[in-house]
């Protein structure tokens, strides 16, 4: 049961235009969103995240949108760079789980920017 | 400053081994996880600690277990080895916070990758 999916395993695009990397989830429950980005024989680094009582949140080239009645979220990176090809995992944390890191991860996209 | 350090990066096991996976971290933080990653899966919470001295289940326990005797170190065990347990283990850590901002970023270690034969 897959409550975080991220649909498509990988996404190619020029550099210069616009990534899109979107994250569906089914539990209703989640109220805080992550991104976080990994580069091939490292661990993940945090990119961004939104709490759902938003619905945008906008760091330099990075934006996360978040649409709670589609349950839907996605990132926007403008504009994209070949240093930004890496594996993106959004992530989702429960209410009433406490603020104590146990995410839910999607199963990652690999992005490609071309240069 | 190595920030989140596992040990070792790469092993191989044969079925009904057992092992230890040493994660390490040098920020002081109170919450300590480990994760596993397989194809299509995604990450996967393993065990996590909130702080010295106690350990919680997370979403994939079984055939696993942690202890987090001192602060700094997170200890994952496989007392016997199968071959479904062969993935790559990250450990992670974040601090105590009331704010989920700052509890929920997580800073990750390189990975340790696992093949059980």
């Known amino acids: 049961d897959q409550q975080v999916k991220q649909n498509s395993p990988s996404l190619s695009v020029q550099e210069g235009r616009i990534s899109i990397l979107n994250c569906d989830y089914t539990?209703?429950?989640?109220?805080?969103f992550l991104w976080y980005k990994k580069y091939p024989a490292e661990g993940p680094t945090f990119l961004i995240s939104?709490?759902?009582?938003?619905d945008k949140n906008e760091d330099g080239r990075f934006t996360v949108f978040l649409n709670k009645s589609a349950k839907h979220l996605s990132l926007h990176i403008v504009p994209s760079q070949p240093g930004d090809s890496a594996v993106y995992f959004c992530a989702a944390k429960k209410v009433g789980s406490g603020n104590t890191g146990k995410l839910i991860f999607g199963q990652g996209t690999t992005l490609q920017v071309k240069p | 400053n190595a920030g989140v350090t596992q040990t070792p990066k790469f092993r191989v096991l044969k079925t009904g081994q057992s092992m230890t996976l040493l994660c390490a971290q040098d920020?002081?933080?109170?919450?300590m996880y480990w994760y596993r990653q397989d194809p299509g899966m995604g990450l996967r919470l393993i065990h996590y600690s909130v702080g010295e001295g106690t350990t919680a289940k997370g979403e994939v326990p079984d055939g696993y277990n942690v202890s987090r005797l001192k602060k700094q170190n997170f200890l994952l065990g496989l007392e016997s080895a199968a071959p479904s347990q062969t993935s790559v283990y990250f450990c992670?850590?974040?601090?105590?916070?009331?704010?989920?901002?700052?509890?929920?970023?997580?800073?990750f270690g390189a990975g340790s990758r696992l093949t059980v034969l």
């Open positions: 939104i709490s759902s009582i938003k």
């Open positions: 920020m002081n933080h109170e919450y």
């Open positions: 539990n209703s429950m989640f109220d805080y």
């Open positions: 992670a850590s974040s601090y105590s916070t009331r704010f989920p901002s700052g509890a929920n970023v997580l800073t």
